[in-house]
C-alpha cells in the first residue's frame, strides 16, 4: 500500500522559505512521477511541481524560479522547497503519485503566509 507522509508546513512571512518533506512508502522509487499539487482557501487543487525519475522537473508558472523540487531515492523523500514566498503561496499542500490507473495522496501540510 503506498502511503505519503507530508510535513514541514506552518507560518512564514513573506519573502520567507519553507522546506516541505514528503515520506514514501510501500511503492517502488524507480521509474516514478511525484507531484506537489496545493489547494489555496476556497480554490481548486492545482499542480504544483512534477520529478521524474531521470530527474527533469517541471514548475507552474505562478512559483518558477521561486520553488524546486527534489528527490533523494536514498531515503524515499521527495521535497519541496519554497523560497522567496508571496501571500498567494498560502495552501494546503500535497504530496502525489500516480501507478497505473491509481492516484495516492497524503493527508497534506499547511502553509501560511503573512506578515
Known amino acids: 500500500q503506498v502511503q505519503l507522509v507530508e510535513s514541514g508546513g506552518g507560518l512564514v512571512q513573506p519573502g520567507g522559505s519553507l522546506r516541505l518533506s514528503c515520506a514514501v512508502s510501500?511503492?517502488?522509487?524507480?521509474?516514478?512521477?511525484m507531484n506537489w499539487y496545493r489547494q489555496p482557501p476556497g480554490k481548486q487543487r492545482e499542480l504544483v511541481a512534477t520529478?521524474?525519475?531521470?530527474?527533469?522537473?517541471d514548475y507552474a508558472d505562478s512559483v518558477k524560479g521561486r520553488f524546486a523540487i527534489s528527490g533523494d531515492i536514498s531515503k524515499n523523500m521527495v521535497y519541496l522547497q519554497l523560497n522567496n514566498m508571496k501571500p498567494e503561496d498560502t495552501a494546503l499542500y500535497y504530496c502525489n503519485t500516480r501507478i497505473g490507473f491509481d492516484d495516492y495522496w497524503g493527508q497534506g501540510t499547511r502553509v501560511t503566509v503573512s506578515s
Open positions: 510501500g511503492m517502488t522509487f524507480s521509474n516514478y512521477v
Open positions: 520529478i521524474f525519475s531521470g530527474g527533469t522537473t
